[in-house]
């Protein structure tokens, strides 16, 4: 069974920093892309970024670019993303998500391509 874990969310003040960590397990996560989405009360998920297996290609929605940075550790089986200069427009429940084919990489893909995906941590920032 592929379980997929985020932490590290919280509250924070405009302009500070956030760092979640998605633990995965039951997948080889090495062979797999991994994607970041959020959403914000009453607004659909919006994706923010992802890494590709060996992390050759990240990408970034535009909203978040320059400022969120995606990273994984495939020894600990583990990736991240390093929330920077955040603005109370970022306040959303934030999952993590696994691409459904291994060593597959699509720029700007469809939720479709996920087929596994955490429960969520909670991102406030305030004014």
């Known amino acids: 069974q592929v379980q997929l874990v985020e932490s590290g969310g919280g509250l924070v003040q405009a302009g500070g920093s956030l760092r979640l960590s998605c633990a995965v397990s039951?997948?080889?996560?090495?062979?797999?892309?991994m994607g970041w989405f959020r959403q914000a009360p009453g607004k659909e998920r919006e994706f923010v970024g992802i890494i590709s297996w060996l992390g050759g290609t990240i990408w970034y929605a535009d909203s978040v670019k320059g400022r969120f940075t995606i990273s994984r550790d495939n020894e600990k089986n583990t990736m991240y993303l390093q929330m920077d200069s955040l603005k109370p427009e970022d306040t959303a429940v934030y999952s993590c998500?696994?691409?459904?084919?291994?060593?597959?990489?699509?720029?700007?893909?469809?939720?479709?391509?996920?087929?596994?995906w955490g429960q969520g941590t909670q991102v406030t920032v305030s004014s």
């Open positions: 998500a696994s691409y459904s084919l291994p060593r597959s990489v699509t720029i700007e893909p469809e939720e479709t391509e996920f087929d596994v």
């Open positions: 039951g997948r080889a996560f090495s062979e797999y892309t």
